[in-house]
């Protein structure tokens, strides 16, 4: 009601007479989103939400518009074709590094007793952004002419296998591991486990994986069914539960577009929207049917563990990694899970 009491015509009343007055229009701003699925997808309705939100909310009306290349959507954002960007951690971490650390391998996966803690994982997540939605914290979310308005999970991203004898480090030796061009650490993590690594991106790595041409990717299952991996899956094929990292989509906006103040209404309310997105990706998990989960054995969880967190490090060294962010996340993981050996070593400690 109170967008319509706030943006509907008022009467003036004139003597006798009442004049009807329009409010004047809002502010229209332009926002590239990337959805594989284009406009039917689950990504371009959080954004058509998103846009009906920030309607009362942010005082600015949001043309949203699908890309199912994204690439060509962070590109078309870049040039000021856009003046927002929704689109994976992977791809916003070029306009804000910190907020993307969340996407880094393994940053937010807590091992317990040699098994992957699912529950405790996604609270490292919920966490992470509660935290960098806070009021005090929106200097680390504008990164020169960008900032971060809002983060939003997008599942844990396993490893799908396309043969279930690939289901061990060893047995992903030699084996060919898509992996996306934009995540270093990927690609280094696949060749310290011997496997080789396959360049993929969203646009092919549904065809990659479904058509055999690589033995294994990274996906969360929200893309299970869209992308229709259960034909990579086939009958021996298996999902390995134990995520490489809990992706992200961030968006990303020219704060000089918008209304001031609007970047924190709009982190503030994704924040406080986590649990409907965890909702969402709760029911894509049983979309893989049961006997496709495997897990890795207690000693190749831990030895999976060790690999990503040196990933981690080695590729924060070389500037791939937001070294600050990490530090956060690990604050946290150790805030869940203090036993963890990792809380007392130096490692992410810059």
């Known amino acids: 009601m109170a967008f319509f009491k706030k943006y509907c015509a008022v009467a003036v009343l004139i003597g006798s007479s009442a004049v009807a007055v329009a409010a004047p229009p809002l502010p229209q701003v332009k926002m590239c989103v990337f959805d594989p699925q284009g406009a039917s997808g689950d990504a371009f309705r959080a954004a058509r939400d998103f846009r009906y939100e920030m309607l009362e909310e942010g005082g600015v009306d949001i043309d949203a518009k699908s ?15 856009c003046d927002a960007l929704m689109a994976s951690g992977l791809r916003t971490k070029a306009f804000n590094a910190m907020a993307a650390s969340l996407d880094s391998v393994g940053a937010s996966t807590i091992i317990r007793n040699g098994k ?4 405790a994982s996604y609270d490292v997540v919920r966490k992470f952004i509660q935290l ?3 009021p005090k914290a929106a200097d680390m979310m504008v990164d020169g002419a960008y900032e971060i308005a809002g983060i939003l999970p997008i599942g844990a991203a396993y490893v799908f296998v ?41 646009s092919n790595v549904a065809a990659m994986f479904n058509n055999h041409n690589v033995d294994m990717v990274v996906l969360p299952t929200i893309v299970y069914m869209p992308f229709e991996l259960y ?20 968006t990303v906006i020219r704060p000089a577009k918008f209304p001031k103040g609007f970047g924190q209404k709009a982190r503030t309310y994704m924040a406080r929207n986590f649990e409907l997105y965890m909702a969402s990706l709760k029911l894509a998990d049983k979309d893989v049917p049961e006997n ?3 897990d890795f054995s207690t000693r190749d969880t831990e030895r999976y563990a060790v690999l990503l967190r040196q990933g981690r490090v080695l590729m924060a060294e070389k500037g791939f990694y937001d070294k600050k962010g990490l530090k956060l996340i690990k604050k946290i993981r150790c805030s869940i899970n203090p036993a963890a050996s990792e809380c007392s070593e130096q490692t992410e400690e810059w």
């Not at 890309?67 to 074709?81: I, K, M, P």
């Not at 650490?185 to 060749?191: I, R």
Request: proline residues 2%; charged residues 25%.
């Open 116 to 119: 992957v803690d699912l529950a």
């Open 231 to 250: 034909r990579g899956l086939g009958t021996k094929g298996a999902v390995i539960r134990m995520p490489m990292t809990i992706a992200t989509y961030q």
């Open 132 to 134: 960098v939605s806070l």
């Open 162 to 202: 396309s043969n279930k004898e690939f289901a061990s480090i060893e047995g992903q030796t030699a084996k060919r591991f898509g992996t996306f061009d934009l995540d270093k650490a990927e690609a280094h993590m696949v060749e310290r486990i011997g496997a080789r690594p396959v360049s993929v991106d969203f």
């Open 67 to 81: 890309y199912v290349d994204e690439r060509v959507a962070a590109e078309d954002f870049r040039t000021g074709q």
């Open 292 to 294: 496709m989960w495997v």
